[in-house]
């Protein structure tokens, strides 16, 4: 048996590449992708993804956000094989997924949302059945050294139905390396899973990626983008509306805000300081929304003294993805209006 460090490393990307020059730039690459779903009857079609163009760098952890319905599931299954693309091209490491769909399928693993397995299989057998499924041969199969990476090697003969949740997460995760993809797709990894255990997966996702796996991850949790991710795409109605790495989308957008307690009651904004993006919140309270880069916050509070505004308490809030994310759905639905 090999030593530690080549067990663990065994399911990297770099293990299964001989030479690091010949990987591509991107991992996953999209170009022009489109999908219309086809309703049964008279019910219509329904566009799910509109003319997407995505690049997700090698080596990244890149995050998918998106309300309901934008389109995540709908992306990754056309790059797991289970949904047909309607037009467009996409690559997986290089690998066009309809001209090479085996090279294609082998160098992507899916962890779905829901746990997919037979509670009377253990983890060993679970392990071995999926390789054999992806046509791994007896000999390269290395299901002990994956538990042993995410930390299940002492449960490796007991029934998977006696893990506890996060055991079964991360057998999930295990399973979806079996055939050593370089590209991991991670859908809604903690949905309904308790901060500790998020704590935990975020942990083995960046220890995965740190050892090379190109990791994909559909999120709601916006903290999960920003805590995880190096790049964040974010996708409404089946279109991209913004991408970019995750500290540049955090400084481009209006994510901070100004909050001003007044001595007195205001009935509405003074005129000068309309100009700028402000909230009457309540007859106490003005909120101004600004982008974190310009500076703006000396004219604001130039502009507040100006209209001689009875200023008792100034608050400021770095905002997050939420706020980010809130603008450029807005936005968004402001342009199909
Ligand atoms: N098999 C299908 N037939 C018809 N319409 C579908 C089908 N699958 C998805 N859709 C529709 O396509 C759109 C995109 O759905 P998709 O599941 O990709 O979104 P999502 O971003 O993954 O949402 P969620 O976060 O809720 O999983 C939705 O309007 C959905 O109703």
């Known amino acids: 048996m090999p030593d530690d460090h080549t ?3 065994q399911i990297t990307p770099e293990a299964t590449q001989k030479d690091t020059a010949g990987m591509p730039t991107y991992a996953v690459e999209l170009e022009g992708l489109n999908k219309v779903y086809k309703a049964a009857g008279n019910a219509g079609e329904k566009r799910a993804l509109s003319d997407i163009n995505l690049k997700i760098p090698r080596g ?38 309809e001209k090479e ?69 991360r057998l999930m995760v295990g399973k979806a390396m079996v055939h050593s993809p370089p590209v991991l797709v991670l859908d809604e990894p903690t949905a309904g899973v308790d901060i500790e255990l998020r704590q935990q997966l975020w942990a083995y996702v960046r220890e995965l990626n740190k050892r090379g796996t190109t990791i994909l991850l559909t999120t709601h949790y916006l903290e999960e983008a920003e805590e995880l991710c190096d790049q964040i795409a974010i996708i409404n ?23 001003l307690s007044l001595g007195e009651d205001l009935k509405e904004i003074p005129e000068n300081l309309k100009a700028f993006h402000v909230d009457l919140v309540n007859p106490r309270q003005l909120t101004f929304t600004y982008k ?46």
């Not at 509670?119 to 199969?141: I, N």
Request: glycine share 10%; aromatic share 4%; charged share 20%.
């Open 60 to 97: 990244s952890i890149f995050g998918l956000l998106g309300p309901n319905g934008a389109g995540k599931s709908t992306m990754i299954n056309i790059l797991a094989g289970l949904v047909n693309k309607t037009s467009g091209s996409a690559r997986i490491w290089g690998h066009d997924i």
């Open 237 to 259: 109605h089946g279109q991209v509306i913004a991408c970019d790495t995750t500290k540049a989308l955090l400084a481009r957008i209006e994510s901070k805000t100004l909050s």
């Open 101 to 169: 769909m085996r090279p294609a399928r082998m160098a992507i693993g899916v962890v779905p949302q829901e746990l997919n397995f037979d509670p009377f299989f253990t983890p060993l057998e679970l392990l071995e059945l999926q390789a054999g499924l992806y046509g791994v041969p007896k000999s390269e199969r290395r299901s002990e050294e994956i538990l042993k990476v995410m930390g299940l090697s002492d449960k490796a003969k007991t029934y998977t139905r006696s893990l506890s949740g996060g055991m079964k997460r």
């Open 292 to 337: 974190a880069q310009d500076g703006q916050i000396s004219d604001i509070l130039n502009a507040a003294t100006t209209a001689s505004l009875v200023i008792e308490d100034v608050t400021t809030d770095q905002g997050d993805l939420e706020d980010i994310f809130l603008q450029l759905t807005r936005g968004a639905h402001a342009n199909e209006s």
């Open 7 to 9: 067990l663990t490393h």
